[in-house]
């Protein structure tokens, strides 16, 4: 069968595209709806174009349409699968400028920051493309062989943050329908736009059913994740949200893989070259104005360069111009929505109240949109708020630190376990310290490195299952015991 909808091919050119109009996508066809939300623009707070607010019947509507596309996509060769993928991959770099655009404009991050996230987009569909995971044969004697399977799950529900509207639609579309599932993607109510855009372009590379959006407001989510005909929720966001997403989707025993909340600890030993470390722990803090569950939450310097390496932190800090996201000298854009500015906020409001000294930054600046300038708390208990909790925004504390087996207890004092790192110009002393974080991902002398071919989850409070690698796509199957008895009966 033909992998693309209708026969059409794409045709290449931005004017083949049209990134002014946005409606969900059900069974092949642009559906409208009575009632429309709309986006706010972070950066002036103006509203965005209006969008449609999926009802009861519309979901129920695209969930018969992917168990309808199911049948026949599930045995589509998965060489063909992945040849529809890459296609697909191509036409999202063809229109790579405007998602970049529309990135910029619904998220608010920076335009570098944007063109990094979609080329990221493209790349994590094109790397998942190669990865194979064929049956396994786990036994093999005269009398029998035991083969172990990985077969398609169903009807796939991605529930994408507003973070990385973007790549995590992407990195969600391509495992699902390579493992020969079928999906429904479910922007964020934030950031409806790009995720909207992604699945209207994919219908001119996968049959209609297959890859389907739904934009909606709060009752979509649950609508999804209780729904009898969904059976796999891949979600990424809040560990609290990610809670009610369990307790849900265990009524209909749905398959759930959840990537939620980090609160990462980076650990700067005293060999580091203080000039060199110091800028990239900053960036690392600070990428999208902190609103990434992988940047550093807490940042523990050893005793003995805590001044000196606090001082070369200030200093790089103020370098980091906050603004509107398309100035070029942009590193910090606003804050994605007022709820999470009001939450940001509240750890502001906490400076004075508890009495944390203030490294730099300090104060929420009044303007025009949700902005923040990075903020850096000096050294506060171990048990203030701003260590326990995740904020999501950019304000960070940095703590001391003299014994080393001190320092891993305090990192992994935490009910998350997303990320980590540690730097030191010794690697096996630094690998040493790295094998003893409780978290999914552990770098050495980095921190949010990531590849499509290596599986991400996380540990604790931060998650269930991975996604990505070859772990992730078999995330999307039921793994399936096959025992053939040689014997003639």
């Known amino acids: 069968m033909s992998v693309a909808a209708n026969g059409n091919a794409y045709a290449h050119g931005s004017d083949a595209f049209n990134f002014t109009t946005f409606k969900h996508c059900i069974n092949g066809i642009l559906t409208d709806t009575k009632q429309h939300r709309h986006g706010v623009n972070p950066t002036n707070l103006q509203a965005e174009p209006e969008v449609p607010v999926a009802t009861k019947e519309d979901v129920d509507k695209a969930v018969d349409a992917a168990r309808q596309a199911y049948k026949t996509w599930s045995r589509v060769p998965y ?98 329908i390579l493992t020969g599932n079928t999906i429904i993607v479910k922007p964020s109510p934030f950031t409806p736009y790009s995720g909207l855009k992604l699945v209207e372009l994919a219908q001119r590379f996968f049959p209609p059913g297959v890859v389907q959006s739904l934009s909606g407001d709060d009752d979509l989510g649950p609508w999804l994740t209780s729904h009898p005909g969904i059976d796999k929720i891949s979600f990424t966001g809040s560990t609290h949200t990610g809670k009610l997403v369990a307790q849900s989707a265990a009524k209909t025993l749905k398959r759930i893989t959840l990537e939620l909340g980090g609160n990462d600890a980076a650990i700067v030993c005293e060999d580091v070259d203080i000039a060199k470390v110091a800028p990239k722990i900053a960036t690392f803090c600070f990428l999208n104005s902190g609103q990434i569950c992988l940047c550093m939450k807490r940042v523990y310097i050893h005793k003995s360069i805590y001044a000196e390496f606090r001082e070369a932190l200030i200093q790089h800090v103020r370098t980091l111009q906050v603004g509107d996201g398309f100035h070029p000298e942009t590193f910090c854009g606003p ?43 000096d050294n506060p208990p171990d048990d203030s708020r701003i260590v326990v909790e995740e ?17 891993i ?20 002393r630094a690998s040493r310290i790295a094998r003893q974080l409780e978290s999914g991902t552990v770098w050495v002398n980095n921190h949010f490195d990531l590849s499509p071919k290596a599986p991400f989850g996380g540990f604790k409070e931060s998650g269930i299952g991975v996604e990505w690698g070859v772990n992730g796509l078999k995330g999307f199957c039921n793994s399936q015991t096959l025992m053939v008895n040689k014997t003639p009966v």
């Open 79 to 176: 060489v063909d699968r992945v040849r529809a993928v890459l296609a697909y991959a191509d036409a999202v770099a063809e229109c790579k400028e405007e998602f970049i655009r529309l990135l910029t404009t619904e998220q608010g991050k920076p335009t570098c920051q944007a063109t990094a996230e979609v080329e990221a987009a493209i790349e994590w569909m094109r790397g998942m493309a190669e990865l194979r995971f064929d049956e396994e044969v786990i036994e093999e004697s005269p009398e029998r062989i035991i083969t172990t399977r990985y077969l398609p799950l169903g009807v796939v529900a991605a529930i994408v943050p507003w973070n990385f509207p973007t790549l995590l639609a992407t990195a969600k579309i391509a495992p699902a």
């Open 335 to 377: 804050i994605q929505n007022s709820m999470q500015y009001d939450r940001v906020k509240g750890f502001f409001a906490d400076i004075e109240e508890e009495g944390w000294s203030v490294a730099i930054g300090g104060k929420v600046e009044k303007s025009g949109g949700y902005y923040i300038n990075p903020t850096i708390i």
């Open 391 to 407: 904020p999501f925004g950019p304000i960070v504390p940095i703590l001391a630190w003299e014994d080393e087996q001190e320092v």
């Open 409 to 428: 207890d305090r990192a992994n004092e935490t009910r998350m376990g997303l990320g980590g790192s540690v730097w030191s110009s010794d690697i096996h």
